[in-house]
C-alpha cells in the first residue's frame, strides 16, 4: 500500500498549484481522504478532507473558498486544487486515508490508516 503526493513547487503569491494523491495498493474510493500540511517549527495541520460515505468536503477556515478537494475514482486518485496562494501557506503536504468520515476529529489526525509522503509547496516571492 502506497500514497504518493505530488504537483508540489515553488510558486509566486497567487499562484495555483494541484497537488495529487496517487495510490496503489488500495482503492480510495473506500476511504476517506485527508490532505494535511506542516510548516517549519509549525505542528501538522488539517488542511482538507473528503469523505468515503457521500464526498462532503471539509475545509479548515484558513483555505476555504481557495482551496478545493475532489478525486477521481478511474485514476485511483485524490486532488487539492490550490488557488490564490499564499506565503502561510508554503508546508510539506501530505495525504492520508481515514476509516471514518470528516468528522470533528480529522483534523487531528486520528484514524488514519495510510500516510503518504510529501510534497514541498513554496509561496514567495
Known amino acids: 500500500v502506497q500514497l504518493q503526493a505530488s504537483g508540489g513547487g515553488w510558486v509566486q503569491p497567487g499562484g495555483s498549484l494541484r497537488l495529487s494523491c496517487a495510490a496503489s495498493?488500495?482503492?480510495?474510493?473506500?476511504?476517506?481522504v485527508a490532505w494535511f500540511r506542516q510548516a517549519p517549527g509549525k505542528e501538522r495541520e488539517g488542511v482538507s478532507c473528503?469523505?468515503?460515505?457521500?464526498?462532503?468536503?471539509d475545509y479548515v477556515d484558513s483555505v476555504k473558498g481557495r482551496f478545493t478537494i475532489f478525486r477521481d475514482k478511474v485514476k485511483n486518485t485524490a486532488y487539492l486544487q490550490m488557488h490564490s496562494l499564499k506565503p502561510e501557506d508554503t508546508a510539506v503536504y501530505y495525504c492520508?486515508?481515514?476509516?471514518?468520515?470528516?468528522?470533528?476529529?480529522?483534523?487531528?489526525?486520528?484514524?488514519?490508516?495510510?500516510w503518504g509522503k510529501g510534497t514541498q509547496v513554496t509561496v514567495s516571492s
Open positions: 495498493g488500495l482503492s480510495l474510493h473506500y476511504f476517506t
Open positions: 492520508a486515508t481515514r476509516y471514518f468520515p470528516c468528522d470533528s476529529e480529522w483534523r487531528q489526525g486520528t484514524g488514519i490508516r495510510n
Open positions: 473528503i469523505s468515503v460515505s457521500d464526498d462532503g468536503t
